[in-house]
């Protein structure tokens, strides 16, 4: 049963050369068979009542979109819903139609609920908090006192906001259970034009709470964040000619860049380290890749060709390598190289035009987009193991599917589609599923999702 | 004979005699009222004199300059109406009304004032007509717009086309006579693309095109520092349409005047 656990073991035997074996794939990332939880709704005493629904969604959307568990139907629940541990009464004899006894555990491990797990609980006004009460319990379990894996007080204010926050923290205890990080919390910077020109906004993971960051009132776009957090890299036409700027994303201000001389400096990458970065510049005529210090200083060229080379992404894990697009194959594809340089290899198989590669955070996959199968123009999502090359392909056609970039949990990915008519951003679930449109306003693209 | 000759001598001057004498007598006038006699002025202070306040000329085209011309003595301020406000004792002010428009000189001392004014007429056009088109010799933008030609380029390529070589021959022609006029002049070189291509991409791809554009001026003779290249990929493109005839338009090196 907790073999869903193993999300990121990948012990597949590693199948050389090329190959589409989705399944396995996104099963080693994603999961295979999910565990089932039964979450029902929560009620609220005193004035939280007045936040309850809100907590409600909240919980079950976290839970639901981490995408570990399969959620037991709402409409199969029993009518008698245990909101404390001491609700459970263990019947002498268990009658799944007695309408008039205790809770019991069996009412949710049994069919038709047939849940593995029980989030419960209940929220109350205390001292003019917030107060949540919540337990998890492990349902297959044949007595209450073996059963309880959470049993936790969490405290917010009296509002919405507090209702979001506990819900947050009760989900993220929930999934940390499972070792899988929740999302709760993390952002996603993206390019909107919705105030009149490209800038960067930020919002949280679920598309609430969106904000306009810069406000250059020019072309801002091409945006990377540092693995700690606190930097935002991009690319700025508010000097003239694309230009990399840095800002702060702790004080919001600009920190000093020193961009070399050239018609473009682009698309730049921080290492994992912080230290370094690395991006795209034509100082030398073509767009070629660089390596510098995070203030732009100690520049060292890394690759040499009378090509098109942009959009380097460095291994996250390792700091070692790099992904990146080059045309100097012909079309552009996606390559790979050691940190220095060397050993430049070609991922994608030369089909079609491959772009936007994105390392998940264990290091061991990119998402990138591809037009294999399709004219110019028509991009997918695909997933490839960057050891065995194999690939799979999440998107199948619906619109133009460009730069996905994977969540800190490197279980979700987000992504801009014009599925929709417009060009918006989507989440998904590693394996495709779990569509979820996050913006509407304007167009909206360059996704970075990050802690 | 002599006696009707003397006696008609003798009536003659008696009637003169009495017309005379009656003329003295009831023609005494009585005097004149005092205000009309000429008596001592007391000391008034005068009103300023305006010896002149002249519009030259009265009648002009729109857009044309009339001259207001003023001499004043005797006045402690002098100021023209419409806008022009004080003014010296004597001058001139070339005016520029857009139609036709009464100009009015005041001019004030202690005695009061006196006001002058003129007219100067102004013959708009029966219709406002569209200002007129600029020759290629007014500026350098519109000399660039109408003189120098955007070329074209294939799909994910910068290199320039046999159809472009022969624009840009003629654009570096034009080129090198309008930086002759334009001394202080550049000219931006921007690159774009079709939208099919990854932004990223085609932010090299476009600056390629830029370049290759600016090096193939740049062999023919035209100056390299007057030359930018700019890259905008397909963050710009003129035709937003998902065909080839779009396509083609965006996948262009764009000429525009600094």
Same mark, same amino acid.
Request: one cysteine or more; hydrophobic letters at 35%; proline letters at 6%.
């Given at each position: ?139 297959? @379990? ?67 709470? @969106? ?34 700027? %840095? ?77 990146? %697009? ?27 035009? *491959? ?58 990915? %987000? ?14 679930? *590693? ?21 | 004979?002599? $006696? ?7 009536? /003659?001057?008696?009637?003169?005699? +009495? ?16 205000? /009309?006699?000429?008596? /001592?002025? =007391? ?64 001019? $004030? ?43 074209? +380029? ?21 080129? =090198?006579?309008?930086?002759? =006029? +334009? ?34 001026? $740049? ?37 525009? /005047?600094?």
């Amino acid at each position: 049963m907790k073999n869903f656990i193993l999300i990121f073991v990948f012990t597949l035997a590693a199948s050389v050369g090329y190959g589409q074996q989705g399944s396995d794939i996104v099963g080693r990332i994603v999961g295979g068979q999910k565990a089932v939880i039964a979450i029902p709704d929560f009620r609220g005493a005193g004035r939280a009542a007045n936040f309850v629904s809100t907590f409600n969604e909240t919980l079950f959307r976290d839970i639901e979109q981490a995408g570990v568990f399969k959620m037991a139907p709402k409409s199969m629940f029993p009518l008698n819903v245990p909101q404390r541990p001491e609700d459970f009464r263990k019947p002498l004899q268990y009658d799944p139609n007695n309408r008039t006894r205790a809770p019991w555990l069996l009412d949710w491990s049994e069919p038709p609920v047939s849940s593995d797990y029980l989030a419960f609980g209940y929220t109350a006004e205390q001292e003019n908090q917030m107060v949540l009460f919540g337990w998890l319990f492990n349902v297959r @379990q044949p007595e209450v006192s073996g059963a309880q894996l959470i049993g936790k007080i969490y405290h917010g204010s009296l509002d919405e906001e507090g209702a979001r926050k506990v819900a947050h923290e009760f989900a993220t205890d929930i999934l940390r259970q499972f070792g899988v990080e929740s999302l709760a919390g993390s952002k996603i910077y993206f390019v909107s034009n919705r105030s009149g020109s490209k800038e960067i906004w930020m919002m949280d993971y679920d598309g609430s709470n @969106q904000k306009q960051f810069t406000f250059y009132k020019n072309l801002i776009t091409m945006p990377n964040v540092s693995p700690d957090g606190t930097r935002l890299a991009f690319t700025s036409f508010a000097g003239g000619g694309p230009q990399i700027v %840095v800002h702060s994303l702790e004080t919001g201000r600009k920190i000093p860049f020193y961009n070399q001389r050239a018609s473009m400096n682009a698309t730049a990458a921080f290492t994992p380290d912080g230290k370094q970065i690395i991006y795209s510049s034509t100082a030398s005529g073509w767009a070629q890749l660089y390596r510098a210090n995070a203030d732009g200083s100690k520049l060292e060229r890394l690759t040499n060709t009378r090509s098109i080379e942009v959009e380097p992404k460095i291994n996250p894990k390792t700091g070692n390598e790099i992904l990146f %697009v080059s045309g100097r194959g012909g079309p552009q594809q996606v390559y790979k190289m050691n940190i220095d340089g060397t050993d430049v290899t070609r991922l994608t198989t030369g089909e079609g035009e *491959a772009s936007n590669p994105s390392w998940n955070p264990q290091g061991s996959h990119m998402a990138f987009a591809w037009t294999r199968g399709y004219s110019p123009g028509n991009w997918n999502i695909f997933i490839m193991d960057v050891a065995t090359r194999e690939y799979v392909q999440l998107t199948q056609g619906a619109g133009r599917n460009e730069n996905p970039t994977w969540a800190p949990d490197g279980r979700h990915m %987000v992504f801009s589609s014009n599925r929709g008519g417009s060009m918006q951003l989507w989440s998904m679930l *590693a394996d495709g599923t779990q569509l979820r449109q996050l913006t509407s306003a304007g167009v909206n693209e360059k996704p970075v999702w990050t802690k | 004979m002599n $006696t009707r000759r003397a006696s008609v001598l003798a009536l /003659a001057l008696t009637l003169s005699f +009495f017309a005379a004498g009656c003329r003295k007598k009831v023609g005494v006038p009585p005097p004149p009222a005092a205000a /009309a006699a000429p008596v /001592a002025p =007391k000391p008034v202070a005068q009103k300023p004199m305006i010896a002149f306040f002249t519009a030259e000329p009265s009648t002009i085209e729109r857009g044309q300059a009339s001259v207001l011309k003023w001499d004043v003595k005797g006045a402690d301020s002098i100021s023209i109406n419409q806008g022009l406000g004080t003014v010296t004792a004597s001058g001139n002010r070339s005016v520029f009304p857009s139609s036709t428009t009464s100009y009015t000189l005041t001019a $004030t001392n202690e005695g009061g004032s006196s006001t002058e004014s003129v007219t100067v007429n102004v013959n708009a056009p029966a219709t406002v007509a569209p200002p007129a088109t600029p020759t290629p010799s007014d500026d350098f933008g519109s000399m660039v717009s109408k003189l120098i030609q955007d070329i074209y +380029f294939d799909y994910d390529k910068s290199e320039v086309r046999e159809d472009s070589r022969a624009i840009l021959t003629k654009n570096s022609d034009a080129l =090198k006579s309008i930086f002759g =006029k +334009f001394p202080n002049n550049t000219l931006t070189i921007e690159g774009h693309c079709d939208e099919r291509g990854s932004a990223e991409y085609n932010l090299g791809l476009g600056d390629r095109r830029a370049t290759a554009t600016k090096d193939f001026l $740049t062999q023919l003779g035209v100056s390299a520092d007057r030359l930018r290249t700019i890259s905008y990929g397909k963050e710009r493109p003129t035709c937003t349409d998902s065909d080839e005839s779009c396509w083609s338009k965006n996948r262009r090196s764009h000429f525009v /005047a600094q």
